[in-house]
């Protein structure tokens, strides 16, 4: 069969509303053109975020109700950690509310003023993170991961000949740890290859540096691995997996991602001396160790999310259905980053709107342009997010896991094509009010020409 259909039936449905063009002109208005600050019932298709946005499954609602809400000792942490433990590996597990903390935990443990973190390339909160113990945090993507129209199997790569200039340069005794992100989320969802995640192990392992996974979407991840590199098509995402993480010493992991969860995290080290260090900084502001910052009905429903992530049938209408998406708006001329990755579709704001200076927001721009034509939510990541320090003008759809069908991916189709075909009227905006740091969130904008009433 040509068609990949959503694994799934529907069992039990949240309505979306619609809203009237003029409608959503005048909640633009009030919004001072920042889609952060529209309410979230005057979205029909949100696509801000794939973060703890997706829909669980009949087991993990089943699962819930077994939750074990025990302060000390939770059946439904032995569950959770079973879980973890038969694809991760590691020996221990430490529960935690999101990924951040897990992060937080991590990097207060094992790094130091002056240190060097090295990664394909951070995440904002793992970089913001680095940076509060007043540690560095390096950004190190292969070249073709920094060119958006570029097509290549493994653009999430890490450069390993900049790795090793670059432990070379600072010196061992200041590389604490070095991170591989899988999928790399900020460089547009791209995969890692096990090859490239063999290599930089090497390096480590010559160095005597520990190697850590971000191991947000691992099972995207896996199963990019299994279609694009050579030898894994006849293993299981699973399989793929248990194999990356082999590699590694430990790792830290957001559940609201491909834990198809909507809140949790852990952090995994194999080092009994850390594991002891990290625990002890949990209990001071997570939790107790069989709960972490978790509430047990949580732990169950990761339990069973990470393994439904790996399901085969899932991965491949997950993948199919993004690639659906990117593929249908570049075939009519719509610039976006080459190839569709993982989890989300970044359109290239600044070629979309080349009329549209960096100064003037085209990324932000574009996004409302999207929610006037059909009331779709997408996020800005360039001029608004980084300031003059941003190298492109992204925006990005990001598709809630299980949450919407292919008919609302065809309409989200439609309206940016509808938005392309008149790309050329569209204008630019400038700050009104600004915060101090992370002003993205509740910036104030206004077009740079005023619009007339209507
Ligand atoms: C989401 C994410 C995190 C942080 O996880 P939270 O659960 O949002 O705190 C870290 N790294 C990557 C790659 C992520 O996508």
């Given at each position: 069969m040509k068609t990949t259909i959503e694994p799934f039936r529907i069992k039990s449905v949240e309505p979306i509303r619609w809203t009237s063009r003029a409608h959503r002109e005048a909640l633009l208005r009030a919004a001072h053109y920042n889609l952060f600050l529209v309410s979230a019932g005057d979205v029909l298709i949100d696509l801000l975020t794939d973060s703890g946005t997706g829909a669980m499954s009949t087991h993990q609602w089943a699962a819930i109700m077994e939750g074990d809400e025990s302060y000390a000792g939770s059946r439904s942490f032995d569950r959770f950690r079973a879980s973890v433990q038969e694809i991760f590996g590691y020996a221990h597990v430490i529960p935690t509310h999101q990924g951040r903390a897990a992060e937080r935990i991590l990097f207060s443990v094992m790094c130091k003023k002056g240190d060097v973190v090295p990664n394909n390339t951070h995440f904002d909160t793992t970089r913001a993170n680095i940076e509060f113990v007043g540690a560095e945090a390096v950004d190190l993507p292969?070249?073709?991961?920094?060119?958006?129209a570029r097509v290549h199997p493994?653009?999430?790569?890490?450069?390993v000949a900049a790795l090793e200039e670059l432990i070379g340069r600072v010196?061992?005794?200041?590389?604490?740890l070095v991170m591989l992100t899988i999928t790399n989320n900020s460089g547009g969802g791209q995969p890692v290859s096990m090859e490239n995640a063999r290599a930089v192990r090497a390096v480590c392992r010559r160095h005597r540096i520990p190697l850590y996974f971000d191991a947000c979407r691992f099972a995207e991840n896996s199963y990019f691995i299994k279609l694009r590199e050579p030898g894994y098509d006849s293993r299981s995402p699973k399989q793929i997996a248990q194999e990356m993480f082999a590699l590694g010493d430990g790792c830290t992991m957001s559940a609201k991602k491909d834990g198809l969860a909507n809140i949790g995290g852990f952090l995994c080290t194999n080092d009994d001396v850390l594991a002891a260090q990290e625990t002890n900084l949990l209990i001071l502001t997570e939790g107790y160790p069989t709960y972490g910052g978790m509430a047990g009905r949580d732990l169950e429903a990761i339990a069973v999310g990470l393994q439904e992530a790996l399901d085969e049938d899932y991965l491949k209408y997950r993948i199919a259905s993004t690639a659906y998406l990117g593929n249908h708006i570049a075939g009519h001329g719509v610039p976006i980053v080459?190839?569709?990755?993982g989890h989300a579709i970044y359109i290239d704001a600044r070629a979309f709107l080349?009329?549209?200076?960096?100064a003037e927001f085209p990324g932000v721009a574009l996004a409302n342009e999207l929610y006037l034509e059909g009331g779709i939510r997408s996020v800005e990541i360039g001029t608004l997010m980084?300031?003059?320090?941003?190298?492109m003008d992204l925006i990005r759809l990001a598709i809630p896991r299980r949450v919407y069908t292919q008919s609302h991916i065809d309409y989200v189709i439609e309206v940016i094509l509808e938005v392309w075909k008149r790309r050329d009227r569209i204008q630019g905006l400038r700050l009104t009010e600004e915060a101090p740091f992370l002003r993205h969130f509740t910036a104030q904008l206004e077009p740079v020409q005023p619009v007339r009433a209507g």
């Amino acid at each position: 069969m040509k068609t990949t259909i959503e694994p799934f039936r529907i069992k039990s449905v949240e309505p979306i509303r619609w809203t009237s063009r003029a409608h959503r002109e005048a909640l633009l208005r009030a919004a001072h053109y920042n889609l952060f600050l529209v309410s979230a019932g005057d979205v029909l298709i949100d696509l801000l975020t794939d973060s703890g946005t997706g829909a669980m499954s009949t087991h993990q609602w089943a699962a819930i109700m077994e939750g074990d809400e025990s302060y000390a000792g939770s059946r439904s942490f032995d569950r959770f950690r079973a879980s973890v433990q038969e694809i991760f590996g590691y020996a221990h597990v430490i529960p935690t509310h999101q990924g951040r903390a897990a992060e937080r935990i991590l990097f207060s443990v094992m790094c130091k003023k002056g240190d060097v973190v090295p990664n394909n390339t951070h995440f904002d909160t793992t970089r913001a993170n680095i940076e509060f113990v007043g540690a560095e945090a390096v950004d190190l993507p292969i070249a073709e991961g920094q060119q958006p129209a570029r097509v290549h199997p493994f653009k999430g790569n890490m450069d390993v000949a900049a790795l090793e200039e670059l432990i070379g340069r600072v010196g061992r005794e200041r590389v604490p740890l070095v991170m591989l992100t899988i999928t790399n989320n900020s460089g547009g969802g791209q995969p890692v290859s096990m090859e490239n995640a063999r290599a930089v192990r090497a390096v480590c392992r010559r160095h005597r540096i520990p190697l850590y996974f971000d191991a947000c979407r691992f099972a995207e991840n896996s199963y990019f691995i299994k279609l694009r590199e050579p030898g894994y098509d006849s293993r299981s995402p699973k399989q793929i997996a248990q194999e990356m993480f082999a590699l590694g010493d430990g790792c830290t992991m957001s559940a609201k991602k491909d834990g198809l969860a909507n809140i949790g995290g852990f952090l995994c080290t194999n080092d009994d001396v850390l594991a002891a260090q990290e625990t002890n900084l949990l209990i001071l502001t997570e939790g107790y160790p069989t709960y972490g910052g978790m509430a047990g009905r949580d732990l169950e429903a990761i339990a069973v999310g990470l393994q439904e992530a790996l399901d085969e049938d899932y991965l491949k209408y997950r993948i199919a259905s993004t690639a659906y998406l990117g593929n249908h708006i570049a075939g009519h001329g719509v610039p976006i980053v080459q190839p569709p990755g993982g989890h989300a579709i970044y359109i290239d704001a600044r070629a979309f709107l080349p009329h549209v200076p960096p100064a003037e927001f085209p990324g932000v721009a574009l996004a409302n342009e999207l929610y006037l034509e059909g009331g779709i939510r997408s996020v800005e990541i360039g001029t608004l997010m980084f300031g003059a320090a941003a190298r492109m003008d992204l925006i990005r759809l990001a598709i809630p896991r299980r949450v919407y069908t292919q008919s609302h991916i065809d309409y989200v189709i439609e309206v940016i094509l509808e938005v392309w075909k008149r790309r050329d009227r569209i204008q630019g905006l400038r700050l009104t009010e600004e915060a101090p740091f992370l002003r993205h969130f509740t910036a104030q904008l206004e077009p740079v020409q005023p619009v007339r009433a209507g």
